[in-house]
């Protein structure tokens, strides 16, 4: 058996472990990155002592094994830098058009007909995108959203009809949900198995620092003269992002993903069952044996998303969505309502509460690799949900004390720098890798549905009560997420069971 095929064979045996491919813990636990070539110093595949090592390595074997995963690699580089062009984008266009329609003499009420249109276009794009991110391919998927998104933000520099801009804001929705769910797909396919979680932190960073730089960039530019300069500034962007999907080809050759890789790994399942079928339909040699044997023993197991909505999203997913759906609003009081709280408590400088949260964002995203893999995901959550629940006590209470406000802005930079790529992770990792599209695309609507909606009904709340009410609610949810983590998590759950 040759090298190649030995490196096949191995990662087929950490397949065979019952509870390994159910969860994508378990495959980085079970596989030894060593034997995989996870790391540049390792001794080649089929070299003596490179297969000696056992695959039930100790501990301390494993920990130095992820320690030389490179993390980095120039593939993951595009997809996070892409991922930042088009949520700034999607960001700056919703902040950015009612201040432009009121430029135009524009009514209020066309600017929220507006703002509906995006988000009802962004979350029935979420329902097609999923399954066609599995099916189609990533590249072409966020391609073909990139390109959207960006001729939506062009039209509307050189065309002021109302008709265009319903059209456009079509247009731009849909654009942006097919980019970013390929995109978050495609985040997790060039990740090693061992370090996901860390990645996907790294990749939620650019989603998180969109909400803050995004609104700021767009309201400077639709300030300036002319006000179109807001769709001629966020389409130099929206084409940027474009290059960048067009520059993430991984799908034509896996081999340049890591050894680890989820997607890497499945392709070599299929390309060594190919071989077995081409000598005669039966697995001759042990690697093909194993693997067809894993494939036939997961098809026996019943798929229960496999009907109905699961053919659109991947219910897995669920334990990373359902927190979201019910956290995500309490960021929608922070990219709609922070602001305008600020300004009536007479703050000198409302937007250094953003330019905080993303400072505070960053930080929390460099020192994510000391815990987002290694502690359980109820405590990361607890800890976040501790920052978010005192960000925002520190804002019920800041009255005209400038320093409250802006400490609030870091605890609640905290909270969405740690929350949205922890629960991103958890729907992921709970998922099979041919369906991270659908995971995805459940995960980002859960996130969508919940701002969208909290721009609307905080907005009411706050009419009838007052912003002190309104922040009050916003803490309920925060504890509320809480909870459905402690319930939904696989990990908590597993605990349960064992009592």
Same mark, same amino acid.
């Given at each position: 058996?040759?090298?190649?095929?030995?490196?096949?064979?191995?990662?087929?045996?950490?397949?065979?472990?019952?509870?390994?491919?159910?969860?994508?813990?378990?495959?980085?636990?079970?596989?030894?990155?060593?034997?995989?070539?996870?790391?540049?110093?390792?001794?080649?595949?089929?070299?003596?002592?490179?297969?000696?090592?056992?695959?039930?390595?100790?501990?301390?074997?494993?920990?130095?094994?992820?320690?030389?995963?490179?993390?980095?690699?120039?593939?993951?580089?595009?997809?996070?830098?892409?991922?930042?062009?088009?949520?700034?984008?999607?960001?700056?266009?919703?902040?950015?058009?009612?201040?432009?329609?009121?430029?135009?003499?524009?009514?209020?009420?066309?600017?929220?007909?507006?703002?509906?249109?995006?988000?009802?276009?962004?979350?029935?794009?979420?329902?097609?995108?999923?399954?066609?991110?599995?099916?189609?391919?990533?590249?072409?998927?966020?391609?073909?959203?990139?390109?959207?998104?960006?001729?939506?933000?062009?039209?509307?520099?050189?065309?002021?009809?109302?008709?265009?801009?319903?059209?456009?804001?079509?247009?731009?929705?849909?654009?942006?949900?097919?980019?970013?769910?390929?995109?978050?797909?495609?985040?997790? @396919?060039? =990740?090693?198995?061992?370090?996901?979680?860390?990645?996907?932190?790294?990749?939620?960073?650019?989603?998180?620092?969109?909400?803050?730089?995004?609104?700021?960039?767009?309201?400077?530019?639709?300030?300036?003269?002319?006000?179109?300069?807001?769709?001629?500034?966020?389409?130099?962007?929206?084409?940027?992002?474009?290059?960048?999907?067009?520059?993430?080809?991984?799908?034509?050759?896996?081999?340049?993903?890591?050894?680890?890789?989820?997607?890497?790994?499945?392709?070599?399942?299929?390309?060594?069952?190919?071989?077995?079928?081409?000598?005669?339909?039966?697995?001759?040699?042990?690697?093909?044996?194993?693997?067809? @044997?894993?494939?036939?023993?997961?098809?026996?197991?019943?798929?229960?998303?496999?009907?109905?909505?699961?053919?659109?999203?991947?219910?897995?997913? =669920?334990?990373?969505?359902?927190?979201?759906?019910?956290?995500?609003?309490?960021?929608?009081?922070?990219?709609?309502?922070?602001?305008?709280?600020?300004?009536?408590?007479?703050?000198?400088?409302?937007?250094?509460?953003?330019?905080?949260?993303?400072?505070?964002?960053?930080?929390?995203? =460099?020192?994510?690799?000391?815990?987002?893999?290694?502690?359980?995901?109820?405590?990361?959550?607890?800890?976040?949900?501790?920052?978010?629940?005192?960000?925002?006590?520190?804002?019920?209470?800041?009255?005209?004390?400038?320093?409250?406000?802006?400490?609030?802005?870091?605890?609640?930079?905290?909270?969405?720098?740690?929350?949205?790529?922890?629960?991103?992770?958890?729907?992921?990792?709970?998922?099979?890798?041919?369906?991270?599209?659908?995971?995805?695309?459940?995960? =980002?609507?859960?996130? @969508?549905?919940?701002?969208?909606?909290?721009?609307?009904?905080?907005?009411?709340?706050?009419?009838?009560?007052?912003?002190?009410?309104?922040?009050?609610?916003?803490?309920?949810?925060?504890?509320?997420?809480?909870?459905?983590?402690?319930?939904?998590?696989?990990?908590?759950?597993?605990?349960?069971?064992?009592?």
């Amino acid at each position: 058996m040759d090298s190649k095929t030995a490196h096949i064979s191995e990662g087929a045996a950490a397949l065979e472990e019952p509870d390994a491919y159910d969860s994508l813990e378990g495959i980085a636990e079970f596989g030894n990155p060593d034997a995989l070539g996870a790391g540049g110093n390792h001794a080649p595949i089929g070299s003596p002592g490179a297969g000696a090592a056992p695959w039930r390595a100790g501990a301390q074997d494993r920990r130095g094994a992820r320690s030389r995963e490179r993390l980095w690699s120039p593939l993951f580089v595009i997809v996070v830098a892409g991922t930042l062009c088009c949520f700034m984008v999607g960001q700056g266009l919703n902040s950015g058009t009612s201040v432009f329609i009121a430029h135009m003499g524009g009514s209020a009420a066309f600017a929220g007909v507006l703002a509906a249109v995006f988000s009802a276009a962004a979350a029935a794009a979420r329902i097609v995108c999923g399954p066609l991110v599995d099916r189609a391919g990533r590249l072409r998927v966020m391609v073909g959203g990139a390109a959207l998104l960006l001729a939506g933000t062009l039209v509307p520099a050189v065309s002021s009809n109302d008709a265009v801009f319903v059209v456009c804001r079509i247009v731009q929705g849909v654009g942006f949900s097919a980019a970013t769910t390929a995109s978050a797909t495609a985040a997790a @396919d060039v =990740l090693p198995l061992s370090r996901l979680g860390e990645g996907i932190g790294y990749y939620g960073l650019g989603q998180a620092l969109a909400m803050s730089v995004g609104p700021a960039l767009a309201l400077f530019l639709v300030n300036t003269d002319p006000a179109a300069n807001l769709y001629l500034g966020l389409a130099v962007i929206a084409a940027l992002g474009l290059v960048l999907a067009a520059l993430c080809r991984y799908e034509r050759n896996p081999s340049r993903l890591p050894a680890t890789a989820a997607y890497r790994r499945l392709h070599e399942e299929h390309r060594e069952l190919e071989r077995g079928s081409a000598r005669g339909g039966h697995a001759t040699d042990p690697c093909a044996a194993r693997v067809a @044997d894993n494939r036939q023993a997961r098809s026996s197991v019943p798929k229960p998303s496999a009907r109905g909505l699961g053919r659109f999203f991947e219910l897995s997913a =669920l334990p990373g969505a359902l927190p979201m759906v019910v956290l995500s609003p309490a960021f929608g009081f922070g990219i709609f309502f922070v602001g305008l709280y600020g300004t009536s408590l007479g703050v000198a400088n409302p937007g250094l509460f953003y330019t905080l949260s993303a400072l505070s964002m960053i930080a929390v995203r =460099l020192k994510s690799k000391s815990f987002m893999d290694r502690v359980a995901p109820i405590k990361i959550c607890t800890a976040s949900t501790a920052c978010g629940l005192a960000g925002f006590l520190l804002l019920f209470v800041a009255g005209s004390s400038d320093l409250a406000y802006y400490a609030a802005g870091i605890l609640y930079g905290v909270c969405l720098g740690v929350s949205m790529p922890l629960n991103q992770a958890v729907a992921v990792k709970n998922t099979p890798a041919e369906r991270w599209g659908a995971a995805n695309a459940l995960y =980002l609507l859960a996130s @969508d549905v919940g701002i969208g909606v909290s721009s609307i009904v905080w907005g009411l709340v706050n009419d009838a009560a007052g912003f002190p009410a309104t922040i009050c609610c916003v803490m309920g949810c925060i504890l509320a997420a809480w909870v459905v983590a402690w319930f939904s998590y696989p990990s908590t759950r597993r605990k349960h069971k064992k009592a």
